[in-house]
């Protein structure tokens, strides 16, 4: 790497238009975009598209069989291409009531922007508008290539963008990629994560009868929807959380002496998640921080998400439930793959008894991870001192999951984080938020990650 | 009992006013009164106040800790006393979109009344009041003094009754007691029920944190509230039906050869409730149409009512919930007691290692049977034969439950059944409806019971 440039004017620029920024950000937010719930999808892509040709990107909005991909290209100075990866989907905002301001009316308070996306993950892609925006004015000219890739089903599970990168690898061909977050972790260091977990959703669900039963009558001879899947979920994790579909564990590769010994440089985080999310325990004891980092991402999981059936609101109702559902997330770890869970968790259930409930697969992706010593995430981690004053700690894993196996394992790309969030900011829950220092810091490093790229 | 008194005039009567009758039931049933929303309860107990007093009953509302009692009182030309149990309180009317037309807009369609209640109890209630008119104006007076006890907690398991019953035994005393219920079975063939079992509502729920958190950061090492009531539950009750409380089965009487014997006369319900449900199967194969009667009723047993927790909408959410929680009903079968089935819950639970499981108790009592061999329970049964073309057939329990323990074994009276019920009501569930022809059948049956019972 060359000597580093001169980010003054650059750091001047994003101070000022700081502003402007976060009015950009409001814009968008202002849209629901609920993939879940398929509310303001193709609103939301168009105004993601705007703002890249506002920017005198070259858009393309490209149908899936779900909701458009946006793509943006502008060409740079150099021969290397950056690819930026975000997406324009929203978690749903429910429980409303626990919102502090309207989820989809974006406010500022105390230093913070709250909002659905503001963080996870319009906050993201807005930010990183705002770095090119100070480079052009300074450089005239963008130091590389960029192509973002916007996609609006990452809340959902990336069911169709694993099939369009397959399909479009000239299009999204490049030298690196920065992924759609990044940030600090509680002590306000900056944190690389360099793989994601996979994930495999889906919904379970049963039905006995064509109709709910008065529980008098049918209580001790009709089937309950109800048990039927309380039982069934029983045989798939036993309250030693072992998973139970057999073969389930087989391809995990366990974390090597590079991953245990990344972990250990990391600070403990058990008495900031107790207090954060107001825990009550952890499921087991661990003997030291890094047990339970490996716990907390070299372990798949099987989590209920949702239960419904039957009565639900105040007070008693005497009904024998004929339907009943549950939402489940399997996190996996490499080398699992999200078809085998699936081809598991059919036979499992069929052995244990339970071939009425059904199986609806909602989305998901194989896990995938970045090789710590890619002189990329070098390059990302020696722009970091200068804005955060120490260098990004190295994450071999997290716990989240995204579609960055296609990017990783088909556009055989490195895949860096760098961003704006923090572990405060509630995404995935009401009162989601930045804070604008770190907004700024963000931007700041983006800037230094595009310029560096570009020259090196 | 004497000669049978001539009933054409009366029947006449009812006839003639059934057109006043149904729009009495309507008015009523517009107003709704779900105890278990608390939505509508002090005007519902005004109108049924009303409703009595417009027949010259000495009328009294009592306030309990709940809802309150109405009491009315008229007396008659002979020295017995008949008690009516009804209530005015209804289920809740969801789910909503399941009604064809709204449930508290009562509406004829077809030979029916369809609304919230008309059945389960306020025609129950009116079509007794309808009796009354007729006899009144054929006879001038009542043959029997009547006392009318409506209360507003019956659906969510009438858990103040019995301490006022307990308190206000002169007031109650009586020498005979007509139920809130009663009807025909599926061939139209009226039944005498002779018992109810007991019920034991309780809602268990589990927190684990302040708040849902994202899955992917708290699924292998966070408690999962979901996860925590799935395992709970999953240790009330196995896959084979066996209610796993220690002591739940002790207290249990199997049927007597009597008890069987009165089973036995009735017909099959087999492919009734299979067809009216669109049933897949029954819990278990039972030997012949007998062993699924004694199941249906002389079997206790553990209901799951409703479950919610975390992300019920559409699609998926990467959600870790920090709250689930379950409703639960109970039947008994003599002689269990809510009480004891409460602390062998809790001993279960804590012992399972679900300290953290909460129970709310929601109300309950236990059962009680009435002799098929009393008088009274013989005097109804030879009126139905002019009513119906046949006797009623006993059926010496029910499934389904009530607070008839108080009446039984408090006040010491026979509790019979009589009424305007049918398999097809759909009680407790859309669509809730009354039969026309069966209403008048009730009221007619409902008269020569207390002209019969004044004269015997």
Redesign the interface.
């Known amino acids: 790497m060359k000597g580093m440039f001169d980010f003054s004017a650059v750091d001047r620029y994003l101070e000022t238009h700081l502003k402007e920024s976060l009015e950009e950000i409001k814009v968008f937010c202002a849209q629901p975009s609920v993939?879940?719930?398929?509310l303001g999808m193709a609103e939301a892509a168009r105004l993601a598209g705007n703002m890249l040709e506002s920017r005198d990107f070259q858009v393309n909005l490209y149908e899936t069989k779900g909701f458009p991909v946006v793509f943006g290209e502008r060409a740079g100075t150099s021969p290397k291409t950056l690819l930026i990866y975000n997406h324009y989907d929203v978690?749903?905002p429910?429980p409303l009531e626990?919102w502090t301001s309207p989820p989809f009316q974006p406010e500022e308070r105390g230093g913070k922007l709250y909002g659905r996306g503001v963080s996870d993950d319009k906050g993201h892609f807005v930010s990183r508008l705002l770095a090119i925006d100070a480079l052009l004015e300074e450089l005239g000219e963008l130091p590389c290539t960029i192509k973002f890739i916007l996609e609006g089903e990452e809340?959902?599970?990336s069911p169709h963008l694993p099939g369009f990168v397959e399909a479009n690898q000239d299009l999204l061909s490049a030298d690196a990629c920065i992924w759609e977050f990044g940030g600090v972790d509680h002590r306000d260091v900056p944190l690389q994560y360099l793989g994601l977990?996979g994930?495999c959703?889906v919904?379970l669900s049963v039905?006995?009868?064509?109709?709910?039963?008065?529980?008098?009558?049918?209580?001790?001879?009709?089937?309950?929807a109800?048990?039927r899947?309380?039982?069934a979920?029983?045989s798939l994790?036993d309250?030693q959380?072992n998973i139970r579909l057999p073969g389930f564990y087989d391809p995990v590769i366990p974390p090597s002496p590079r991953d245990l010994q990344l972990l250990s440089e990391l600070p403990p985080v058990s008495q900031e998640?107790q207090t954060r999310?107001?825990?009550?325990?952890?499921?087991?004891e661990?003997p030291d921080k890094t047990a339970?980092r490996v716990?907390?991402?070299f372990?798949?999981?099987?989590?209920?998400?949702?239960?419904?059936?039957?009565?639900?609101?105040?007070?008693?109702?005497?009904?024998?439930?004929?339907r009943?559902s549950?939402?489940l997330?399997f996190?996996l770890v490499p080398d699992q793959h999200p078809q085998e869970v699936l081809q598991q968790l059919r036979a499992h259930l069929d052995r244990e008894?339970f071939a009425?409930v059904k199986i609806e697969f909602?989305?998901g992706g194989p896990p995938a991870r970045t090789d710590p010593d890619d002189p990329f995430v070098k390059l990302v981690l020696e722009t970091s001192r200068d804005v955060y004053g120490e260098k990004m700690q190295l994450v071999p894993l997290?716990?989240?999951?995204g579609p960055n196996h296609a990017f990783v394992h088909t556009l055989n790309l490195p895949v860096v984080t760098a961003g704006i969030g923090y572990p405060g900011g509630n995404?995935?829950?009401?009162d989601e938020n930045i804070r604008l220092d770190l907004y700024l810091k963000g931007a700041k490093h983006i800037a230094r990650i595009i310029q560096e790229f570009g020259n090196s």
């Open positions: 993939a879940a719930q398929d978690q749903p429910d626990l809340e959902i599970g977990r994930i959703y919904e039905e006995t009868a064509a109709m709910d039963v008065h529980s008098g009558l049918g209580g001790s001879i009709f089937p309950n109800a048990w899947l309380v039982w979920l029983n994790k309250s959380e998640y999310y107001g825990l009550k325990g952890f499921l087991k661990y339970l716990a907390s991402v372990e798949p999981t099987c989590t209920i998400c949702g239960l419904t059936s039957g009565y639900q609101g105040p007070g008693s109702k005497t009904v024998l439930p004929a009943a549950a939402k997330d996190r008894g009425d909602l989305g997290v716990g989240g999951s995404a995935h829950a009401p």
